[in-house]
């Protein structure tokens, strides 16, 4: 299995909730360890560059609202299967089907206010990470 490196992303709605460390307890136990970490309140313009794969889907200008509404966590989350495993650890894009014990099964309200974004290919997850962090922002164990 190869060491990968991950963007995942506290989003707004669970900053609120304060369920911050109860997220990263998570990773941290299923072997992903966090090797960067950033604090930032995106501008509605810099959450659409983020989500410009989405730009033609009716849920963006939403989504971007959303993203822009309050401060997030970016991370740069560093083990084993990195984004497979994050994936695995968040559930669904909807709460409603995210399997019981996942991150948004037990902290998401909706789909769109859902607690967490994490990269969902090893490429997205490079062209991510590049968003939010250089290289020497990020230190492995
Ligand atoms: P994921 O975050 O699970 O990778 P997507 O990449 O498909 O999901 O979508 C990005 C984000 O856009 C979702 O996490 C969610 O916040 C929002 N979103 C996706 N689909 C919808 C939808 N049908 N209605 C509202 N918001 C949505
Ligand atoms: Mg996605």
């Known amino acids: 299995m190869a060491i990968e490196r991950t963007l995942s992303i506290i989003k707004p709605d669970a ?20 090797v960067a970490t950033r604090r930032i309140h ?17 849920f963006f200008g939403p989504l971007c609202a959303f993203m822009s509404s309050g401060p997030i966590l970016a991370m740069v989350l560093e083990g084993k299967n990195a984004v497979r495993l994050n994936r695995q650890l968040m559930g669904a894009t909807n709460p409603k089907e995210a399997d019981a014990g996942t991150i948004r099964a037990d902290h998401a309200e909706s789909i769109d206010a859902n607690a967490v974004h ?3 290919s090893l490429e997205n997850a490079a062209t991510e990470i590049s968003f939010f962090f250089a290289d020497i922002d990020i230190y492995s164990s």
Do not use: M, W
């Open 118 to 120: 994490g990269s969902d």
């Open 42 to 58: 995106l501008t509605a313009e810099q959450a659409g560059r983020f989500y410009a794969v989405h730009k033609d889907r009716p």
């Open 15 to 34: 900053i609120a909730k304060n369920v911050v460390g109860d997220i990263i307890r998570r990773f941290e136990e299923n072997g992903l360890s966090v």
